[in-house]
Nanobody, 116 residues
Framework: EVQVVESGGGSVQAGGSLRLSCVAN????????MKWYRQAPGKEREEVAA???????GYLDSVKGRFTISQDNTKNTVSLQMNSLRPEDTGMYYC??????????WGQGTQVTVSS
């Protein structure tokens, strides 16, 4: 069974940076990509960034130019470098492994808090 574990959250002032990391432990038969989501209090979970197995990436409009997703396929890890953070980036950040079947495996989440 695959387990997804995030790390790297924390508190930072506006304009600061954080780097989130995610590792998928266990055998992954077929992976289509990995994604980062976030959920702020009282809001729905939204997809922040995604990367497929060939390195193709996609970003939420509000984070384009500030966040960068990268991966190491040999280690089943994905990272999210977040620069120029804003208070509205505050939330719980979740990593998800997307299997070829369409099934997602979620991590427990890591909290990011940006103060003004």
């Amino acid at each position: 069974e695959v387990q997804v574990v995030e790390s790297g959250g924390g508190s930072v002032q506006a304009g600061g940076s954080l780097r989130l990391s995610c590792v998928a432990n266990g055998y992954v038969y077929c992976k289509s990509g990995m994604k980062w989501y976030r959920q702020a209090p009282g809001k729905e979970r939204e997809e922040v960034a995604a990367i497929d197995t060939r390195g193709g990436t996609g970003y939420l409009d509000s984070v384009k130019g500030r966040f960068t997703i990268s991966q190491d396929n040999t280690k089943n890890t994905v990272s999210l470098q977040m620069n120029s953070l804003r208070p509205e980036d505050t939330g719980m950040y979740y990593c998800a492994l997307a299997a070829c079947s369409g099934r997602y495996t979620w991590g427990q989440g890591t909290q990011v808090t940006v103060s003004s």
